[in-house]
Nanobody, 128 residues
């Protein structure tokens, strides 16, 4: 019953854009710090971007700063990741996650092993 569902992944050319969405069911995102993580083949899962409960505290991995934007719509129980200027190295499975304990976005994005809820992931492939 408690789940996160990602959508919006796909195949895009280098320099293109995608918008990922993650909808929560069975719980409300407004009580959680939420974020996006990605896992590429042979690499550990890494935090991409996370956002605090009030949208005032965000974290972005250095590799995506200036290109990705995280946002949340509590009324829709949804978190988004707008990805612009995509690069082949952005290719990965992207997961959304939510946590009720870690309050700061940076803490969440740097502690994937501690998080409460995970989606099943959506594939993003960027061609060169």
């Amino acid at each position: 019953q408690v789940q996160l569902a990602e959508s919006g992944g796909g195949l895009v050319q280098s320099g293109g854009s995608l918008r990922l969405s993650c909808v929560a069911s069975g719980f409300t995102l407004d009580a959680h710090t939420i974020g996006w993580f990605r896992e590429a083949p042979g690499k550990e899962r890494e935090g991409v971007s996370c956002i605090s409960r009030r949208d005032g505290n965000t974290y972005y991995a250095d590799s995506v700063k200036g290109r990705f934007t995280i946002s949340r719509d509590n009324a829709k129980n949804t978190v988004y990741l707008q990805m612009n200027s995509l690069k082949p190295e952005d290719t990965a499975v992207y997961y959304c996650a939510a946590d009720s304990t870690l309050r700061r976005a940076g803490s969440m994005c740097n502690s994937p092993a501690l998080l409460d809820y995970w989606g099943q992931g959506t594939q993003v492939t960027v061609s060169s």
